[in-house]
């Protein structure tokens, strides 16, 4: 069988292939097995400059703009960990000891760094936004939660609204109760304008019906970055991080939201939500397809995954079943299958990280071949076809580069 065999490709691009660029690589292959080079990119790089004739300074140019560009990188990180060094040496010498003593026994969560407010905006924020760090000089209030009366109706369908979202889902049942009681109904026209970007947030919205848009302010333009829709929660990173709203959102068609006030998320929410959220985040940045995207995209993303847990020589995905779910292994060890007439081949291998299931939904077909755990157990992030569209399907020409892996 062909190594072309199967790629959506036109025939003369396939000849392409086999006559043109396999003998190459097949040949830079065997050179870099060979030698086995500590740093394989560079000794690829310098490999083809010298096939294609190039004087050794050409090389060593792009070998020196490479390590330029990483030290340039490097730099960036110092002058940050510098100044941040500055700031708080600065702050300390203003410190006296029982105020430090109070410091070192206060534990302040560490807000990711794209989120964190401008020292001039610190400044303009209001005490409900800023003051929630609680210690024996700011004592922490009891809580007592809204009570906004609602018809059987309408508890029925705010609840079954929340179960969609996965801030909410999880809740306990006396928990769920109390959120379904401080929520307030919300209903925006088409064009209604319900979160200005910059401004300070006290509350976060929960869709139950219509689609909005989410709008950024990017290089002068304001330009859509997510649409959301039934089920989606949109305003909640002012309350998880005490910052401005990181977009303006803008009622697409009509519609139907609920409502709930920041100190009613504090007290039964938050918590979980953070530390759900930053574990995901975290992993994320450790995926190579995702970890390019802002803070905020990984976020949204981090709040549409879904975990399941698997054993040794469970079949995750099956050859030809129709997919819906795209995949990213948290823990664990996979393989792909793939059946070839009457032989079966071993054509991919998955670790921590490594992600599936793009094929079908990118290209609306069955499942290109089977994923069977190999570890002991294993444990995988999923997302939802329309997740996936929404949040992934800009990175459509990136995953399709995958197609061949599977053949």
Same mark, same amino acid.
């Given at each position: ?6 790629? *959506? ?22 050179? =870099? ?6 740093? *394989? ?11 294609? @004739? ?29 100044? /941040?060094?500055?700031?708080?040496? @600065? ?91 401080? &929520?307030?109904? &919300? ?11 910059? /401004?300070?947030?006290? %509350? #976060? ?8 848009? &989410?709008?950024?302010?990017? $290089? ?22 005490? &910052? ?35 574990? %995901? ?35 995750? =995905? ?13 823990? @664990? ?25 793009? #094929? ?20 995988? #992030? ?9 949040? #992934? ?6 995953? $399709?580069?995958?197609? $061949?892996?599977?053949?």
């Amino acid at each position: 069988m062909s190594v072309v065999d199967g790629l *959506p490709f036109a025939e003369e691009k396939k000849e392409y292939i086999l006559k043109v660029l396999d003998p190459i690589l097949e040949e830079m292959v065997s050179d =870099v097995l060979t030698e086995m080079p500590k740093v *394989p990119l560079d000794y690829m790089i310098n490999w083809l400059g010298k096939r294609a @004739g190039l004087p050794a300074s050409a090389n060593a140019r792009i070998s020196i703009m490479q390590k330029n560009q990483m030290l340039k990188q490097e730099m960036k990180q110092l002058q940050g960990s510098l100044e /941040e060094t500055s700031t708080a040496a @600065g702050a300390g010498a203003t410190m006296d000891d029982e105020e430090e003593e109070e410091d070192d026994d206060d534990d302040v969560d560490e807000i990711p760094e794209s989120f964190k407010k401008s020292e001039e905006s610190m400044g303009r924020a209001r005490q409900s936004v800023s003051a929630e760090a609680y210690g024996t000089w700011n004592q922490k209030k009891a809580f007592t939660p809204p009570n906004h009366p609602k018809t059987d109706e309408q508890k029925t369908r705010l609840k079954t609204t929340l179960q969609k979202s996965f801030m909410f889902s999880a809740l306990e049942d006396k928990d769920m109760e109390v959120i379904l009681k401080a &929520c307030l109904e &919300c209903n925006f026209p088409a064009g209604t304008k319900v979160i200005n970007e910059g /401004e300070d947030g006290d %509350y #976060l919205f929960v869709i139950e019906q219509g689609t909005l848009e &989410c709008i950024k302010m990017i $290089s002068g333009e304001n330009k859509v970055v997510k649409t959301v829709n039934t089920g989606d929660v949109f305003g909640e990173l002012s309350l998880l991080y005490n &910052c401005p709203r990181a977009a303006s959102v803008v009622a697409k068609d009509a519609c139907v939201c609920w409502k709930l006030d920041r100190e009613s998320f504090n007290a039964i929410v938050k918590d979980a939500a953070v530390a759900r959220r930053n574990k %995901y985040d975290a992993f994320l940045k450790s995926v190579s397809l995702i970890s390019s995207l802002e803070a905020y995209e990984r976020s949204q993303i981090a709040d549409a995954l879904h975990a399941e847990v698997f054993k040794k020589g469970d079949v995750i =995905v099956k050859q030809d079943d129709p997919g819906d779910k795209f995949y990213i292994v948290e823990e @664990g060890e996979l393989y792909a299958m793939k059946t070839m007439g009457s032989t079966e081949k071993r054509v991919m291998d998955y670790k921590v990280g490594d992600y599936f299931g793009e #094929l079908a939904l990118l290209k609306n077909q069955p499942r290109a071949a089977s994923i069977i755990v190999e570890s002991d157990s294993a444990r995988v #992030l999923y997302m939802t076809r329309l997740s996936f569209n929404k949040m #992934l399907g800009p990175l459509a020409e990136i995953l $399709s580069r995958n197609v $061949s892996a599977y053949s």
